[in-house]
T-cell receptor
C-alpha cells in the first residue's frame, strides 16, 4: 500500500474558524511533510516531521500548527487564517528523510473566506 | 533556494522527444523529479544521487552533472500520458535535507 490519504478533500472556512487537516500513511514511513501549493506554482515546504518530532519549520505563521500524534498520522491545525492562505495543502511521507522519494496525498483544497 | 527549471512549457506531438533542465547555484546532494497532472498530487519519477548518475522510468530518463549542478530529464518518444507539469526538486548539501522545487515545466503532448 503506497497510499497517503488526506481529509477533507475540500474545506471552506471563515477567518475566525478553527479547523484541522488530517493525513495518514501506512507504509511505515518515518518522515512526514506538509506542503502548500498555490495554482500554477510548485509545492512549498511548510513542516517536516522526522520520527514524530518536528525537525523543520519553514518560518510558517503560528496560525498553522502541526501535530504528529503517531508515526502514521499528521495533522495541521488552522486558526485565524487569512484569504491569502487559500491553497492546496499537500501531505507527503518518505521512508526516512528527504533524500528518499516522497509519496504525496491528494491534498486538501482550502478556501478562506 | 529554488532551482531554476527550463523551459517553462513545451508542446509535443506523440512520439517526439523533449528535454527539461534543472540547475542550481549551490552544491547539490541529490535531484528529484516529480510529475503532477492537473488536479492530482505530484508523483515521484526518480532520484539522482551521484554525479553523472542516469536513471530511467519507462521512456523517461534523467542525468545529473554534479560538476555543473545540473540535471536534465529526457522524455523519449512521448506519449499522451506524459502530459503534466514536471518539477525538479533539489537537496543542497548541508541544508537539513530540505527539498526545494523548481517552478515547473508544463508538458503538453498532442495526438
Amino acid at each position: 500500500d503506497t497510499e497517503v490519504t488526506q481529509t477533507p478533500k475540500h474545506l471552506v472556512m471563515g477567518m475566525t474558524n478553527k479547523k484541522s487537516l488530517k493525513c495518514e500513511q501506512h507504509m511505515g514511513h518515518r518522515a512526514m511533510y506538509w506542503y502548500k501549493q498555490k495554482a500554477k506554482k510548485p509545492p512549498e515546504l511548510m513542516f517536516v516531521y522526522s520520527y514524530e518530532k518536528l525537525s523543520i519549520n519553514e518560518s510558517v505563521p503560528s496560525r498553522f500548527s502541526p501535530e504528529c500524534p503517531n508515526s502514521s498520522l499528521l495533522n495541521l491545525h488552522l486558526h485565524a487564517l487569512q484569504p491569502e492562505d487559500s491553497a492546496l495543502y499537500l501531505c507527503a511521507s518518505s521512508q526516512a528523510d528527504s533524500t528518499y522519494e516522497q509519496y504525496f496525498g491528494p491534498g486538501t483544497r482550502l478556501t478562506v473566506t | 533556494q529554488q532551482p531554476v527549471q527550463s523551459p517553462q512549457a513545451v508542446i509535443l506531438r506523440e512520439g517526439e522527444d523533449a528535454v527539461i533542465n534543472c540547475s542550481s547555484s549551490k552544491a547539490l546532494y541529490s535531484v528529484h523529479w516529480y510529475r503532477q497532472k492537473h488536479g492530482e498530487a505530484p508523483v515521484f519519477l526518480m532520484i539522482l544521487l551521484k554525479g553523472g548518475e542516469q536513471k530511467g522510468h519507462e521512456k523517461i530518463s534523467a542525468s545529473f552533472n554534479e560538476k555543473k549542478q545540473q540535471s536534465s530529464l529526457y522524455l523519449t518518444a512521448s506519449q499522451l500520458s506524459y502530459s503534466g507539469t514536471y518539477f525538479c526538486g533539489t537537496i543542497r548539501r548541508g541544508n537539513d535535507y530540505k527539498l526545494s522545487f523548481g517552478a515547473g515545466t508544463t508538458v503538453t503532448v498532442r495526438a
